[in-house]
């Protein structure tokens, strides 16, 4: 019964190679996110989601793109991997608001090792 | 562990005693706040949050204190216990429901 949850948790791959990481959630939520989280632990946003819509893209390169089939599912595409994507990549998601103000829940991350 | 080489700020307490993870945000206009905890392996998980207009915010076991002027957020845990050490995040949101910024991040670990 989790929330949001990310597969594989777990990611290894070479260098060059294209990989895809999926998000769900049941909470009935209108947002969703992807969130990086580097080495050092520093949680940086890439792409948000409302409704299918996309209404966030920060600096991400565009060998990442982001697809969302539905508004309970986003999923991470990425492109000719590169080493410095190495990371925990967290997906998450938050509900509508009349005040615009909700806690984003995540999910449990899934650890990208590229060699 | 997982604490080499993060270089992460640093809180190490006795079980039993209070604990206080302070946190400078950057955005005087950002008008809603959250902390976050992060266990190992574990994505982050919702503890507290506050709106600008208030000052301070109870949970269980937990405060919230935001200070405006100084663009400072505190998170004050109560008896603290083992299984509060983890990865300590605030975060702020500016404008939009859809852009939350985190913190650097503080290691809390709790000594038996």
């Known amino acids: 019964d989790t929330a949001v949850s990310q597969t594989p948790k777990y990611l290894v791959t070479q260098m060059g190679n294209d990989k895809s990481i999926k998000c769900e959630q049941n909470?009935?939520?209108?947002?969703m996110y992807w969130y990086k989280q580097d080495s050092k632990k520093f949680l940086k946003i890439m792409f948000s989601y409302n409704n299918k819509e996309l209404i966030i893209n920060e600096t991400v390169p565009n060998r990442f793109s982001p697809k969302s089939p539905d508004k309970a599912h986003l999923n991470l595409h990425i492109n000719s991997l590169e080493l410095g994507d190495s990371a925990v990549y967290f997906c998450?998601?938050?509900?509508?608001?009349?005040?615009?103000?909700?806690?984003?829940?995540f999910g449990n991350g899934t650890r990208l090792t590229v060699t | 562990g997982e604490s080499v080489g993060l270089h992460l700020p640093t809180l190490s307490v006795q079980e039993g005693d209070n604990s206080i993870i302070n946190c400078a945000y950057s955005?005087?206009?950002?008008?809603?706040f959250i902390w976050y905890k992060q266990e190992s392996g574990k994505g982050p998980q919702f503890i507290i949050d506050?709106?600008?207009?208030?000052d301070k915010r109870q949970g269980q076991r937990v405060t919230v204190l935001l200070n405006k002027t100084v663009k400072h957020l505190s998170l004050q845990i109560a008896a603290t216990q083992p299984g509060d050490s983890a990865v300590y995040f605030c975060?702020?949101?500016?404008?939009?429901?859809?852009?939350?910024?985190f913190g650097k991040g503080t290691l809390l670990t709790v000594n038996p």
């Open positions: 909470l009935g939520h209108d947002t």
């Open positions: 998450a998601s938050s509900p509508p608001t009349g005040s615009g103000r909700s806690p984003l829940h």
């Open positions: 955005n005087s206009a950002s008008d809603y």
């Open positions: 506050i709106r600008s207009n208030m």
């Open positions: 975060a702020e949101n500016l404008g939009s429901n859809y852009k939350l910024t």
